[in-house]
């Protein structure tokens, strides 16, 4: 089931992505993650009321709130990075924070992946590199870019790893998602109330109407998000993980594809090379089992 479980928060983490990213051509970021962090904030605490998860507080959901902590940081700093350097630098970095530091984690708690499995990771990595679509040639990156960018990646995989340790249960795991959004929420805000007060905007051009127009978009990318962080700590808890964090960090090729799909975006060679590769990654990784 750890396969299953990693491929679906791959589906879940791309697809959020993909709306979250048309939804910014709208409304400003801050709030797009604001808002949608809010209403499933909202989602969870019912489910956390109606299935008494409350009950099942304990430690472990220290991990779940320093996730909620960590995540809009890195969220911030490789946004920051996309906005200062170029974004086929910057992608493939970050989409390989969430690799390699669950995958240390991994190893470093006593699991010995296969050869087949190592085939896999390698392969599946690659890929996610390329269908990031990385640049070739270009401006060299800015320090500031680059720094911003291993604090993005080092967050992402750090996110991954306390998500993992946050809850043993699926009820104890409702309630962990719903102090790690929380905790996004107060980050969040915090965030936005820091830029308006610099003069930044927090509603579009055409005011409140856009964002309540929005509510559906914004509620879907709130609950896809949090289902992924969900599918994955079930995915971690039920298999290796070494390949939980590998599959679940194919993500940026669904968001292409979505784009390829939806908005008619083509592919660049090198894109549709990596999702190929990462494909074959999916194949080695869930056979060898």
Same mark, same amino acid.
């Given at each position: ?21 048309l ?8 709030? /797009? ?20 998860a ?41 989409a ?11 190893m ?15 392969v599946?990595?690659a890929?996610v ?20 960018t ?21 009820t ?12 996004? /929420? ?27 127009a ?63 590769l990462?494909?074959?990654g ?8």
């Amino acid at each position: 089931m750890t396969a299953a479980f990693a491929l679906i928060t791959s589906l879940l983490w791309g697809l959020a992505d993909f709306g979250g990213g048309l939804l910014t051509r709208r409304i400003p970021a801050l709030t /797009v993650v604001l808002v949608s962090q809010l209403l499933a904030v909202g989602v969870l605490g019912a489910v956390v009321v109606a299935t008494g998860a409350w009950t099942e507080a304990g430690p472990r959901l220290w991990f779940a709130a320093a996730a909620g902590l960590i995540g809009p940081a890195a969220m911030l700093s490789f946004y920051r990075a996309l906005a200062l350097g170029p974004m086929g630098v910057v992608a493939p970095i970050g989409a390989l924070g969430g690799v390699a530091i669950p995958v240390g984690v991994g190893m470093a708690i006593g699991e010995r992946p296969g050869l087949l499995q190592f085939a896999g990771i390698a392969v599946a990595v690659a890929g996610v590199v390329l269908a990031s679509g990385p640049a070739r040639g270009g401006a060299p990156v800015q320090r500031q870019t680059l720094a911003l960018t291993v604090c993005a990646a080092v967050g992402f995989g750090a996110v991954m790893a306390l998500i993992a340790e946050a809850s043993t249960t699926l009820t104890g795991l409702f309630l962990a998602l719903f102090v790690q959004r929380v905790c996004n /929420v107060l980050v969040g805000g915090t965030a936005l109330w820091v830029s308006v007060r610099r003069g930044g905007t927090a509603l579009p051009a055409e005011g409140w109407g856009a964002v309540r127009a929005a509510l559906p978009a914004l509620t879907f990318v709130g609950l896809a998000d949090v289902a992924a962080n969900g599918t994955y700590n079930l995915a971690a808890n039920s298999g290796p993980v070494t390949v939980a964090a590998v599959l679940a960090s194919l993500y940026p090729v669904v968001t292409a594809l979505a784009a390829r799909g939806v908005l008619s975006e083509r592919l660049r060679t090198v894109q549709a090379t990596g999702a190929g590769l990462a494909l074959v990654g999916t194949v080695l990784l869930a056979a060898a089992r």
